[in-house]
């Protein structure tokens, strides 16, 4: 059994980051007799797996539901999270290729360049 501090310096976060997660009901966690929470290793395992869930970009809310009992329902969420992904690298590489352009570019000002303009009117 783990302390909240103990598992918060574990996992490199602070101590209401893991509240916050029980407070919305994406962590749940037991408490003893006195009220003072205890992190059994499955609980820690559930905080590890949301904060993994938060660094690959899902909202609590998003991690909430990927973490449900129902694995369509997680999977949905999941598949719904990488299409949303997917669609911001395609505007990054689009905004890299712009960018190439410009420091490429033979003319002074991005007007003058037929090029630009064309990826000007694609936004």
Known sequence: MKTIGEVAAEL???AHVLRHWEDVGALTVRRDGN???IY???AVEQA???LKL???GLSLPEVTAA???KKSTAQAVVRA???ELEGEVVQRQEAITFLQHTVECRHRYLDDCPDCATFVREA
């Open 12 to 14: 490199g976060i602070e």
């Open 35 to 37: 009220g003072y929470r």
């Open 40 to 42: 059994d290793d499955d």
């Open 48 to 50: 590890r797996t949301v």
């Open 54 to 56: 938060r660094r690959v």
């Open 67 to 69: 973490m449900a009992p």
């Open 81 to 83: 999270k990488i299409a």
